[in-house]
Structures are given as structure tokens and as C-alpha cells.
């Protein structure tokens, strides 16, 4: 099958370009990406951040070729990687990419590593799939993976199963198996949700150095903001399956444009407030069956007027790449 190369904006490693995805139900059609949008840079960390429900684990698995159809449908849109569009290749073609140029890791390594194979033989799969590497080599590799990722060059992890492992130690051993082709991108899906703030600090610094180390992408997906602080080069904030703001880091949480990061922003616990009452946003993430007309934020905004109801807002870049879309930017905005 022969793809065509595709011209990509500013050389990005990534570029997702009015991204629609739905997933057939018993009830409708539910709309999990509307037009989703979103560009990462070669050696850049991109998070992508929003609340459980707004379609960043969807975008990732339509990254991975991951999807499943059905019921999920991709409607429309291109997923650009290194200047060839995801959605044209065949699964043959995209297995050569996953696990290879893209790694991933997932939110919960207990369910995503097979509980019947031990680690050494989950890391050398994909070296020997793609590398073609003779067993002893491929093992090797994994050693000094194993090493890399902080579990010490040990055999004994090696020929451990993933029930034998800590969390944390499962953890690690997934961001092995994620690095082990020396991707170009590497996705991480909430890679600390499940683990105490040390190892969160811990496999946060890994990532870090890891991505250093090896000039990676990173497209760090979560719904922590203060997590996000720590790691991310540039931030784009998803609200029911569209990004409705991107900035730099420093943009982002120096001068918020969008009411829906604005309050998200406020919601971070800080030492300073120590006493007072966390500000929280009221109601819940639209139902993907039923995202209202106008903007989707608008029954949740304290800001919102007429238009917002009636109409959808386009993305508008207010300068140096710092775009959102709303009506209401400049407005006066809510005791902070």
C-alpha cells in the first residue's frame, strides 16, 4: 500500500488534524473527539489535559491503532506521524509503527501487562518482532532497560510475573517495554494516577530523563494539573472531545484565556489557600450522546451568555501560539 507523505505545520512529529470519532450504543451515536486538533514538536512534551470522559484516552488509542471498530468509527480527520497519515495505513503497516516508532503507556500496567507471561518475556517480544534480535541479545537489551528505568540489572525482575511486582515496579517495567525500540513518540496515559505521591515524583523525574536522554516526544495525557506543571512543555486543555486551549506551559498557568482552565486552575490545591475551600466546577463533562449545542462548556460557565448557547466558538490564537475558543475572552472574570 502506498501512502501519500503529507506537508505537516512547524516539522511536527505529530499532527492531529480534525480528529471526529463516535462509538455506535444502544442509545445513538455518542461523539467521543469533535474535530479534535492538536501538534507536537520533535523532543517536546505535550499534555494533554481534561476530565475523565473528554476523549484523551480515545485520542491515544486512535493514535496507537488501537481503536475498536466497531463500535467505534473514525469519521474523519488525519493522524500525521513523521509526514504520513495513520488512518491510510494498513494493519500490517501500523504494527510496524506500534511498538516501534510509537510506545505507549498505559494507565494501569496490572491490566495491561499479560498476567501469563514474566516481564523479560514481555520486554523482548517487541525487540525480537522488530529488531529481529537473537534471544540472548534481546535479553541483554532488556537488562540494561530494566537498569535504565530504575529496577536495577536484575534477572530476578526479569523472570518475575507481573503479579509478583509492586505497582511501582510494574510501572517501571511498562515504560521498559515502552522505550525498548527507541520510539520516536511515547505516549504516557495517566502514568501516576495509581501510585503514592513518592513514586509519582519518582516516575515523573524517569520520564524526564528519559525523554532528555533520547530526544522522545512525549504526549502526556492526565486530568492533574499540578502534575502537568512539572513536565509538560506545552499544555492543550480537551473539553468534551475538542481543544478549546493551547499554550506553552508558561502561557497557560501565567494567563489563562479559557473559563474551563481558568477553573481548572483554581481547583489545585496550594499551600497558600491552606484553610479555604477548593473552588470546584459544577455539573459534569457532557454525556458523548448528548454534547449541548453552542459551546459545551456553557452549561457549566459563569460566564456564559446567549451566544455561547446558540453558536460554537472558533479557535483563535491571541498570540505566540496561545489559542482558545471562546466568546467571552477579556471578560471580567470570577472572584479567584
Known amino acids: 500500500m502506498t501512502v ?8 511536527h512529529l505529530l499532527d492531529i488534524q480534525d480528529l471526529d470519532v463516535s462509538f455506535e450504543t444502544q442509545r445513538g451515536q455518542a461523539h467521543a473527539l469533535r474535530g479534535f486538533d492538536i501538534g507536537l514538536r520533535p523532543a517536546e512534551t505535550h499534555a494533554l489535559v481534561g476530565e475523565s470522559g473528554s476523549g484523551k484516552t480515545v485520542t491515544s488509542m486512535c493514535i496507537m491503532g488501537l481503536l475498536a471498530t466497531p463500535p467505534g468509527r473514525v469519521n474523519r480527520g488525519q493522524i500525521i506521524f513523521q509526514k504520513r497519515d495513520l488512518l491510510q495505513l494498513s494493519e500490517n503497516a501500523r504494527r510496524k509503527v506500534r511498538g516501534k516508532d510509537i510506545g505507549m503507556i498505559f494507565q494501569e500496567p496490572g491490566k495491561y501487562l499479560n498476567p501469563a507471561y514474566k516481564i523479560g518475556e514481555q520486554i523482548t517480544e517487541s525487540l525480537i518482532l522488530h529488531f529481529q534480535m537473537e534471544k540472548k541479545a534481546a535479553v541483554d537489551k532488556a537488562l ?9 540489572k536484575s534477572r530476578r525482575v526479569l523472570r518475575s510475573y507481573p503479579h509478583e511486582l509492586s505497582g511501582g515496579m510494574k510501572q517501571r517495567a511498562m515504560i ?21 505521591v513518592t513514586l509519582q515524583r519518582q516516575i515523573l523525574k524517569l520520564l524526564i530523563d528519559l525523554k532528555n536522554k533520547f530526544g522522545m516526544g512525549v504526549l502526556f495525557i492526565s486530568h492533574d494539573l499540578g502534575v502537568v506543571q512539572e513536565i509538560a512543555d506545552r499544555v492543550s486543555v480537551i473539553y468534551a472531545g475538542k481543544v478549546i486551549e ?3 506551559k508558561e502561557q497557560l498557568f501565567e494567563n489563562p484565556l479559557h473559563p474551563y482552565t481558568r477553573l481548572l486552575l483554581l481547583s489545585i490545591p496550594d499551600a497558600a489557600k491552606r484553610g479555604e475551600r477548593l ?16 459551546c459545551s462548556f456553557h452549561p457549566r ?5 446567549e451566544v455561547c448557547r446558540a453558536e460554537m466558538p472558533l479557535d483563535r490564537d491571541y498570540g505566540d501560539g496561545h489559542a482558545a475558543a471562546c466568546f467571552l475572552i477579556g471578560k471580567k472574570w470570577i472572584d479567584s
Open 4 to 11: 501519500k507523505l503529507v506537508t505537516v505545520k512547524n516539522e
Open 144 to 152: 540494561d532497560l530494566l537498569r535504565l528505568v530504575g529496577l536495577g
Open 176 to 196: 521498559a517495554m515502552a522505550i525498548a525500540c527507541d520510539p520516536a513518540l511515547l505516549i504516557a496515559d495517566e502514568p501516576t494516577t495509581a501510585l503514592d
Open 246 to 248: 493551547s499554550a506553552t
Open 279 to 294: 473552588r470546584a466546577i459544577p455539573g459534569n463533562v457532557p454525556n458523548a450522546e448528548h454534547i449541548p449545542a453552542g
Open 301 to 305: 460557565c459563569p460566564l456564559a451568555e
